[in-house]
């Protein structure tokens, strides 16, 4: 009997088909094959020219090990090399602590952590937007994909251009092949900007050698580019040429006033009378300027008009008027004569220097109401506070809506509890966002703490970098980097 079961069961096996799949469990779920961690590619001194001409695309950081933006970047920079791993893309970090003779960091003219540069075959293209993983990797497809510049090898073939597209930039080589730098630059504008036509020639002379024209519908004569050939410079040239004297303050004209090459002069307007015939005075005197200067304008009509006063700091409800903005300076007019004279005789006034620069700043704390060891500091008294106080300052720098500085405050009053006693330090801190302050240090990430010793004339902000947010680690940092007394 043992053996009859023993033979029923082996047939039984034998009779199914091996080829089968077995039916699964209708309550079950499926095992997800865990995907591979792809890590970015150790760069070094010794591999790092193999790395670019073994991968047709390959993106590197370039990256200090002391650098806090490089720490603050280095997860975004893992979630970059994932996701650039599924188009192709290859990412590599380097870092410069491990080339001591500054190899690959003056090949290809490193100045600044962290600098991100992306090689397609071979050709280096260095990114300058918004540090993200997203923008990053967007800008990369845009190189990799987006249209290449038309070659015009006839006139009959530029007159069609001419005809297919309203805007036109024209790049007339220097020579008969792709060894050109300026090409390089012109190419990588033409493959992340979509508001021109990009056109070049080597072999078919249309203008001067090595030259950059613009070319409208609207406009019978072409324009030619005269600036250093750079990125931003072509970008501010084309808005130049799009745009009106003075554009409304959006998205696409802030590139352009804000630039910094030439002053601005921005017009914040309601919708009284005063404002009207501001709005006119104001139009009528920049076609008297408009070589020397930028000039914009912004109604309260515009969905972005309060978010530009906040950012500039000049909300105070005042209107109309006028901001002057050169190179992150702000000057600002309120009036009362707005016509074409009373504006003519405030840009005569910036000019000669005359107009006292104004800073955003919460407004002046009144000490005698603090009941706390932290001694709060705005912009309005951040000199006087850091820059020359005459004892050590340990400063923290927050803002508002951190949830980090929300934990980290009880610990910072537990900090300034233990120095309380000391009359050598000041324990402060300032809500970085809503005060602006002309120093040399800006905080990289909140909370971020960092010392101002007296001892050194210069003010260099010595940064916390402890890992761990404690009352010990940065009690620690105090008494190894100044004199703490009992």
């Not at 991968?55 to 975004?76: M, N, V």
């Not at 009959?156 to 792709?178: A, P, R, T, W």
């Not at 050109?180 to 504008?189: G, I, Q």
């Not at 009207?276 to 070589?291: D, R, S, V």
Request: net charge negative.
């Amino acid at each position: 009997m043992k053996f009859k079961l023993i033979f029923c069961f082996i047939a039984l096996l034998l009779a199914q088909d091996p080829t089968q799949t077995p039916v699964q469990d209708e309550n079950s779920n499926p095992v997800e094959t865990p995907q591979p961690v792809v890590h970015p590619i150790v760069a070094l001194p010794t591999n790092i020219d193999t790395l670019i001409s073994g991968h047709p695309l390959i993106l590197i950081e370039f990256y200090a090990s002391w650098c806090a933006p490089c720490k603050q970047f280095a997860p975004e920079y893992q979630q970059l090399t994932e996701k650039a791993s599924k188009h192709s893309i290859a990412c590599a970090a380097y870092d410069s602590q491990r080339d001591p003779d500054r190899y690959a960091l003056e090949k290809f003219k490193i100045s600044s952590f962290p600098t991100f540069i992306f090689f397609m075959d071979g050709k280096p293209f260095q990114f300058t937007g918004q540090r993200s993983a997203d923008s990053i990797l967007q800008w990369m497809l845009q190189l990799v994909n987006g249209p290449n510049p038309t070659e015009i090898l006839t006139q009959d073939q530029f007159n069609q251009f001419l005809n297919d597209n309203d805007v036109v930039l024209f790049y007339q080589g220097s020579e008969n092949n792709i060894n050109d730098p300026n090409y390089w630059t012109y190419f990588e504008m033409s493959k992340t900007n979509s508001n021109a036509a990009f056109a070049f020639s080597y072999l078919f002379p249309i203008g001067k050698p090595g030259r950059l024209y613009y070319y409208s519908k609207e406009i019978s004569e072409k324009k030619q580019f005269n600036q250093a050939f750079t990125k931003q410079n072509i970008e501010r040239f084309l808005l130049q040429n799009q745009l009106p004297d003075v554009p409304q303050l959006n998205e696409q004209s802030e590139k352009l006033v804000y630039s910094g090459a030439t002053p601005a002069f921005i017009l914040f307007s309601s919708l009284d009378e005063q404002s009207i015939k501001a709005e006119k005075a104001f139009l009528e005197t920049a076609q008297l300027f408009k070589k020397t200067y930028q000039f914009s304008y912004a109604k309260i009509t515009d969905e972005k008009f309060f978010d530009q006063l906040n950012q500039l700091g000049a909300d105070d409800n005042v209107f109309p008027k006028i901001i002057a903005w050169n190179q992150g300076l702000k000057y600002k007019y309120n009036g009362p004569d707005f016509t074409v004279k009373g504006i003519k005789n405030f840009i005569f006034d910036f000019r000669q220097g005359k107009v006292e620069k104004f800073i955003k700043s919460e407004p002046l704390p009144d000490y005698t109401q603090e009941n706390t060891y932290v001694r709060k500091v705005v912009a309005l008294n951040y000199e006087e506070e850091v820059i020359k106080n005459k004892k050590d300052v340990l400063l923290e720098f927050y803002a508002s809506w951190c949830g980090a500085c929300k934990q980290f405050k009880p610990l910072y009053d537990q900090i300034a509890y233990e120095l309380r006693d000391n009359p050598n330090i000041v324990v402060a801190q300032i809500n970085a966002p809503d005060n602006e302050i002309s120093d040399v240090y800006q905080p990289h990430s909140y909370p971020d703490v960092v010392l101002f010793r007296v001892a050194d004339k210069q003010r260099k902000a010595i940064p916390w970098k402890g890992e761990n947010r404690t009352v010990e680690s940065v009690l620690e940092f105090v008494r190894n980097n100044t004199i703490v007394t009992k």
